[in-house]
């Protein structure tokens, strides 16, 4: 910030302004970044930070403001150009193919026309000089999600960039592949490099970055060094206001309680290539409990969920259970008639179609468990009485929105996240299966929805969480059960589980572990 | 070296996206003057014989609702497939097997009269028309076929057919061994709207109730919100308990329905008996019509009357200027161009790339209007 580092700074960023129609997404962003160091942009979701990266990296074009690199002011056109300036990315979602080798794979973006081979050797020798060992010739679609990203970052240094640009890398790790990453980041900005480190997880940018800009609704709210700030004082910048803690109450009576989701020896073939197969899974879910489980991405989550709300239905009626009756046989609609509601991991496109509006979005889950409210003779939508509905979830969960009645693309990943999740809640679910409830979300939102999957349980309800957020499954679970390669790990009690126990159990240790025994204590 | 590149806008603008059919149509008019220039003719005498002397007189307007009741029924039912984001093509298709099997009581049974024959033609046209719709309904939930080959190439098929049974098992024994059926008798014509001005039919009618009917399926019921959801998120469609393969198969059937009470109403109206040909390609101009009329049924009746005059237009310019009818095939394929080359403007803007050296430092754009 101060004028005697700006000849040390490798990027200066003045005034940067980019408006999607009325939103302004970034409003007048300064942001400088020194040579050597790792430069946390912190920021909830909507903030902005995603749009600033595309600006640096070329994909989006600022409506005014300037790019200095290396004292010289730039336009960045494109991200060949960016490249080209010595910027590398690591995107959030990787941009891999699966049928390729890693080697293919990075070959792709090089377009330099050297031989494969060469690439492979030089990755290999990167990759281990860094410590993130990566065999060049094996097929990505077998890979892990850590060993994905490690090729996005060998790609990345392969272009001998001076600014590294991360964005949330750590979402798709165990705890103890990032502490693999944060040397590795280490290592980096003791070469001079530079790290623009993007990421909402305060813990983290507290241990490895330097300084920090924090953005909140498209402006800059401060600069500061993490290492002096707490937590706290690091999410109330963010936020700007304290955040509510999210409260566990007890559970009581659990032990006598009733299962009302059981998943019995579920076991589902692998339905693409690179999907996991699901692989003899065993799980109890009772009234008045919470059930997290965690894992890597990619380990069979998505396919688990899939099986579990009945968007795949089994063979085996009895491998999935709704309130004591056999579900393996019915569709998400015959589950939901059960008493059970689902909330998806994708938002957009699957939770909710995005160019609808809410009311209809409502319609989407609801047809037919609320089918006499909202659907009258003949196959009638009755509108008003799907508005009505929408806005008292509006009005319970606190969304946010410009209109009355907006498109669910228009709303924020928070507001709108808040809303799917209402959507359920406003039915009294006996059973609810969430995958990645809070994923991309601001901590308010987040905070706010965990608190109700907490109420919804502790009122009767047996409540089933799919995150890769472990500290929100430690927040909010009762007892914690690990998906590794399509297995799942008997479920430990919140007492015994610790972050390295779970992840240990991530990261595919302790196959003892995977056993499953259905007698628990 | 210079290419050129489509880049999405982050929004698009809703004034243009209404104004779109007008601009393509207007864009349509200056290359069609410019069409008839190189023909040699003066463009403005072709408009006026073209666009405005077949619709001067009111018998030429029942000629216009004859033309466009076919292209509206079928339109119609084709917005219902493509909002689904399933290809039917084979509108001509089930066009035609609506015609036949709704003739098939007139042609094997002449004796049979009254006022049952008429309704039980249209419900066998519509059967017909769903039934051939259903084959590559079919092939695609079962075998995950391509939709837009199997039914384009089951037009052929239907086309094949009617000739051959028009030449063959079904031909009139008295016709002097034309290609044709037996003339239908009274009962099985469709009757005129309003005999005194015109010979326009109740095909019109059809179409008109059809576009009505379609568009509060579409706009007020569950099941229109079904085909909305299914068409533009597939995988929410999933999650909402919707399922894809009974869509594919509603969409194909309703659309094949309507082609085929298109069909029948066409032969028991202004045909009255089977020939060779019984479309100049309306199931295919339907097409054109659908997505003329933004998908919406109400819109496809104004595009409905738009691309029969382009029909009528087509007639007119041959005998007054004797250029080809073939014209009124360039004005719709120009039409069609436009409408969705305009679509494409609007959800896109094209950017020229040249492969210059990085620009260093530009002063920031000026902010373009909004």
């Known amino acids: 910030m101060s004028a005697n580092q700006d000849d040390a700074n490798l990027l200066e960023v003045r005034g940067l302004t980019k408006t999607f129609g009325t939103l302004t997404a970034c409003d007048h962003i300064d942001l400088n970044v020194a040579k050597g160091e790792i430069h946390a942009l912190l920021g909830e979701n909507g903030a902005g930070k995603s749009t600033l990266v595309k600006m640096?990296?070329?994909?989006?074009?600022?409506?005014?403001g300037e790019i200095v690199w290396n004292g010289q002011a730039v336009t960045i056109t494109n991200p060949g150009f960016a490249k080209n300036l010595?910027?590398?990315?690591?995107?959030?979602?990787?941009?891999?193919?699966?049928?390729?080798?890693?080697?293919?794979?990075?070959?792709?973006?090089?377009?330099?026309?050297?031989?494969?081979?060469?690439i492979a050797a030089k990755a290999r020798a990167l990759s281990y000089s860094y410590g993130l060992p990566l065999d060049p010739?094996?097929?990505?679609?077998?890979?892990?999600?850590?060993?994905?990203?490690?090729?996005?970052?060998?790609?990345?240094?392969?272009?001998?960039?001076?600014?590294?640009?991360?964005?949330?890398?750590t979402s798709v790790l165990t705890p103890q592949e990032a502490d693999k990453l944060f040397e590795t980041l280490e290592r980096l900005r003791s070469e001079g490099k530079s790290i623009l480190y993007i990421s909402h997880r305060l813990e983290e940018v507290k241990r490895i970055c330097d300084r920090a800009t924090v953005l909140r609704h498209g402006k800059v709210v401060g600069h500061c060094n993490p290492r002096k700030e707490t937590a706290a004082s690091l999410a109330r910048m963010m936020v700007g206001t304290d955040v509510q803690a999210v409260v566990r109450a007890p559970a009581q009576g659990i032990e006598t309680a009733q299962p009302l989701l059981e998943i019995r020896a579920l076991s589902r073939k692998p339905a693409t290539p690179f999907s996991i197969p699901l692989r003899d899974i065993n799980l109890a879910v009772r009234a008045g409990e919470v059930i997290g489980i965690a894992g890597v991405a990619g380990n069979g989550q998505g396919e688990f969920f899939e099986s579990v709300s009945g968007e795949v239905q089994q063979q085996d009626a009895a491998s999935v259970r709704i309130r004591g009756k056999d579900a393996g046989g019915l569709s998400i609609t015959g589950r939901r008639l059960m008493?059970?509601?689902f909330v998806p991991e994708e938002r957009l496109g699957h939770g909710a179609a995005p160019r609808m509006k809410l009311s209809e979005n409502l319609l989407l889950s609801r047809h037919a468990t609320d089918g006499k409210v909202f659907v009258g003779a003949g196959g009638m939508v009755k509108s008003d009485a799907i508005y009505a509905a929408a806005q008292r979830i509006i009005k319970a969960m606190d969304v946010r929105k410009s209109t009355p009645d907006p498109e669910a693309a228009a709303l924020s990943g928070g507001n709108l996240q808040k809303f799917i999740v209402g959507r359920e809640l406003d039915r009294r679910p006996s059973v609810m299966v969430v995958n990645q409830p809070t994923w991309g979300v601001d901590a308010g939102a987040a905070a706010h929805i965990r608190q109700t999957l907490i109420e919804l349980a502790r009122s009767g309800s047996a409540v089933l969480v799919i995150s890769q957020d472990l500290d929100e499954l430690f927040e909010i679970s009762d007892a914690i059960a690990v998906m590794h390669n399509g297995e799942l790990s008997k479920p430990l009690p919140i007492a015994e589980a610790t972050f390295e126990k779970i992840g240990l159990l991530m990261g595919g240790a302790e196959p003892g572990h995977a056993e499953h025994a259905l007698e628990t204590s | 070296m210079m290419r050129l590149e489509l880049v999405k806008r982050p929004q698009r603008s809703m004034l243009f996206s209404a104004l779109s059919p007008?601009?393509?149509?207007?864009?349509?008019?200056?290359?069609?003057?410019?069409?008839?220039?190189?023909?040699?003719?003066n463009p403005l005498k072709a408009f006026q014989i073209y666009f405005i002397e077949p619709v001067s007189q009111v018998w030429q307007l029942h000629e216009l609702a004859i033309k466009a009741a076919p292209l509206i029924l079928i339109g119609v039912g084709l917005s219902v497939c493509y909002r689904a984001n399933i290809w039917n093509i084979g509108a001509e298709g089930q066009f035609i097997l609506g015609g036949i099997v709704g003739s098939s009581i007139?042609?094997?049974f002449p004796q049979f009269e009254g006022p049952l024959v008429l309704p039980l033609m249209l419900l066998f046209g519509m059967i017909g028309g769903a039934a051939y719709a259903a084959i590559p309904a079919l092939l695609k939930t079962r075998f995950n076929t391509n939709e837009i080959l199997t039914s384009l190439m089951l037009v052929y098929v239907a086309q094949l057919f009617l000739d051959w049974l028009v030449r063959g098992p079904w031909r009139d024994p008295k016709g002097f061994n034309f290609p044709q059926t037996i003339q239908f008798n009274d009962s099985a014509i469709l009757p005129e709207l309003m005999p005194a001005s015109g010979r326009a039919n109740w095909g019109f009618v059809f179409a008109l109730v059809a576009a009505v009917l379609v568009w509060i399926l579409m706009s007020r019921m569950l099941k229109g919100f079904e085909v909305r959801v299914l068409g533009s998120s597939p995988r929410a469609g999933r999650f909402a308990g919707f399922g894809i393969n009974r869509m594919v198969?509603?969409?194909?059937?309703?659309?094949g329905a309507l082609a085929g009470l298109a069909g029948i109403s066409e032969v028991s109206g202004a045909i009255g008996q089977l020939q060779p040909v019984i479309s100049p390609g309306y199931g295919f101009a339907a097409i054109i019509v659908a997505f003329l009329g933004r998908l919406n049924p109400l819109g496809i009746v104004a595009a409905g009357l738009v691309l029969a005059l382009t029909y009528l237009g087509g007639e007119a310019v041959q005998s007054a200027l004797g250029i080809s009818d073939k014209v009124a095939r360039v004005f719709q394929g120009m039409l069609l161009f436009f409408v969705l080359g305009c679509?494409?403007?609007?959800?896109?803007?094209?950017?020229?790339?040249?492969?210059?050296?990085?620009?260093?430092?530009?002063?920031?754009k000026l902010e373009e209007a909004r």
């Open chain 1, 137 to 169: 010739q094996s097929l990505v679609g077998d890979l892990s999600v850590g060993e994905r990203q490690r090729i996005e970052i060998i790609r990345c240094l392969l272009q001998t960039p001076q600014l590294i640009i991360l964005d949330e890398p």
């Open chain 2, 106 to 108: 007139p042609v094997l």
């Open chain 2, 249 to 255: 198969f509603f969409a194909f059937m309703l659309s």
């Open chain 2, 343 to 364: 679509d494409t403007l609007i959800h896109y803007r094209i950017r020229l790339i040249g492969f210059a050296a990085p620009k260093l430092e530009s002063a920031p």
């Open chain 1, 339 to 341: 008493g059970a509601a």
């Open chain 2, 22 to 41: 007008f601009i393509a149509f207007v864009l349509t008019m200056i290359a069609g003057a410019i069409l008839f220039a190189l023909l040699g003719v």
């Open chain 1, 56 to 64: 640096l990296f070329g994909t989006l074009e600022p409506n005014s």
């Open chain 1, 86 to 118: 010595g910027i590398g990315m690591v995107f959030q979602h990787f941009s891999l193919f699966e049928a390729l080798t890693a080697a293919e794979n990075i070959a792709l973006s090089l377009d330099d026309g050297s031989p494969i081979s060469t």
